[in-house]
């Protein structure tokens, strides 16, 4: 592969720095390890914040914002043709030159003062210090803890090096610059920030778990004849809301029809047990539905059960990312008996939506890729038959955005012909929104969407934070998230 010279700082390198370069070796490079005597090392206060909220949140094990003790310097093998300055201050040279920055600013401690701050940093990948080639929006799961966030943040700042690596050894590097340089960085403090706005954001979180569940979703469902939410770009009216008992809630709703009768898949989702399984909703000649009932349980969580058709069978896809491995069933006793068929693709994938185009199927996922975020980083898959084999599309990941990475639901034709992707929205948490994004570009090259136009939450249904949309003929499902008490 690449002969590629690392930059680290000579004192207190940070542990996403070390991961980095065991991923670069794991993908091939030759490697090798300068030092660089980097910035001012981070504030106590940093330090003992990270401590403390490690210790809070039951995490062992050094977080990528640990310092490590020492990152042996190393010749490679041969000339390198790339230099990766994760130290953030390299000297100029006739080699080019990646770095990263965070908000704006090459100090990595930047990206724990925005999260502390409770912004969503921005990563870019400047080439020679002035042309923006990589661009990552990591999604923070856990707002309330700047320690985790932080790490959701390096996880991508490891995800955005190996992408540029790998595009600059394929000469995929985008020829123009993708955006102007970012800029917040250099102009705030740690301390200030975490006192200021993260410790008092801890403890609303605190005191919310302690009277509300963590996270309660809620299925919504109407049948109409009238253009859907893909149509208006608004929910609009005639929703009803599956009851649950408060025990355990519903959520990601797949409807099928079958016989000329109308069914509907979802997560459901015990609190007891926190593992979640798939359940089947029936509705009569009438519309009403039927008690959910079990019909699909592993070991291991169960969500989002894209159900479909295809070649005399009726198949399902439901997310896994659990298990490591995204396992395709089909229906030996339909809705009732799942088998599994095959494992189509290994790792941490979620929310897989197939989509058949130009005689390929082709699969839209998100990939924790080892750290951080289920919900920021788009992967998408192809094969000729379902089957497989399924191989990785050459420029995954596509994209690294917390706005518009994950899928919320199957992909849809609206009225004008556009082929529109339901896509989650996590600027404001996970389930902040939704939005729809148009299919501009897919083939083996290039795969391109549109900026996601976000769906208008006015009308009848009573939690706006929705995060999945579906619609099977007159059977139009979505789901929200819900206040409910302990």
């Not at 605190?206 to 608004?234: E, N």
């Not at 529109?420 to 969407?449: F, H, I, K, M, W």
Request: aromatic residues 8%; glycine residues 10%.
């Amino acid at each position: 592969m690449l002969a590629i010279e690392v930059i680290i700082p000579q004192s207190a390198p940070r542990h996403w720095q070390q991961v980095a370069i065991e991923r670069l070796q794991a993908d091939g490079h030759d490697v090798a390890i300068a030092h660089q005597p980097g910035p001012a090392g981070w504030p106590a206060t940093a330090k003992a914040a990270f401590q403390f909220e490690q210790r809070l949140f039951r995490r062992h094990g050094p977080l990528l914002g640990s310092a490590v003790q020492a990152i042996q310097a190393r010749p490679g093998n041969r000339p390198a043709a790339l230099r990766l300055d994760l130290a953030g201050n390299a000297p100029p040279s006739d080699v080019p030159t990646i770095g990263l920055r965070f908000d704006g600013s090459s100090a990595d401690l930047s990206a724990a003062i925005a999260v502390a701050a409770g912004r969503l940093p921005v990563i870019e990948a400047v080439l020679d210090e002035k042309t923006v080639v990589g661009q990552a929006r990591p999604m923070v799961d856990k707002r309330e803890s700047t320690a985790l966030g932080t790490e959701d943040v390096f996880a991508r700042a490891i995800t955005l090096v190996l992408s540029v690596a790998r595009a600059f050894a394929t000469d995929r590097l985008p020829s123009e610059p993708m955006a102007e340089i970012h800029g917040h960085g250099g102009r705030a403090r740690f301390t200030p920030a975490y006192l200021g706005a993260a410790l008092p954001r801890l403890g609303r979180e605190a005191l919310r778990r302690a009277r509300f569940r963590h996270a309660h979703w809620r299925v919504g469902y109407r049948f109409t004849d009238a253009p859907g939410v893909a149509d208006t770009g608004r929910l609009g009216t005639g929703w009803s809301v599956l009851p649950d008992l408060g025990d355990h809630f519903y959520a990601d709703p797949f409807p099928f029809w079958w016989r000329d009768q109308a069914f509907m898949f979802v997560e459901d989702y015990p609190h007891a047990t926190g593992k979640a399984v798939i359940s089947v909703v029936a509705f009569d000649a009438n519309g009403v539905a039927e008690k959910p009932r079990v019909v699909l349980e592993e070991a291991h969580h169960l969500s989002y059960p894209q159900v479909f058709q295809r070649d005399g069978a009726i198949w399902m896809l439901p997310e896994a990312s659990a298990s490591g491995k995204l396992m395709l069933y089909r229906a030996g006793d339909f809705p009732d008996g799942w088998i599994p068929e095959t494992v189509l693709v290994e790792g941490e994938i979620s929310d897989a939506t197939l989509f058949e185009h130009e005689g390929l199927l082709w699969l839209f996922a998100t990939d924790r890729d080892g750290h951080g975020s289920t919900s920021d980083t788009l992967v998408v898959f192809c094969a000729p038959a379902l089957a497989g084999p399924w191989r990785p599309h050459p420029a995954n990941p596509i994209l690294i955005d917390h706005s518009m990475a994950r899928p919320g639901g199957a992909f849809v034709r609206n009225r004008d012909g556009c082929v529109l992707l339901p896509v989650q929205d996590g600027t404001l948490g996970y389930g902040g929104g939704l939005g729809l994004s148009e299919l501009l570009e897919l083939n083996q090259q290039a795969v391109r969407l549109s900026a996601p136009r976000p769906i208008d939450a006015a009308g009848d249904w009573p939690y706006p934070k929705i995060h999945t949309l579906n619609r099977a003929g007159r059977l139009e499902v979505i789901d929200g998230i819900a206040a409910v008490r302990k």
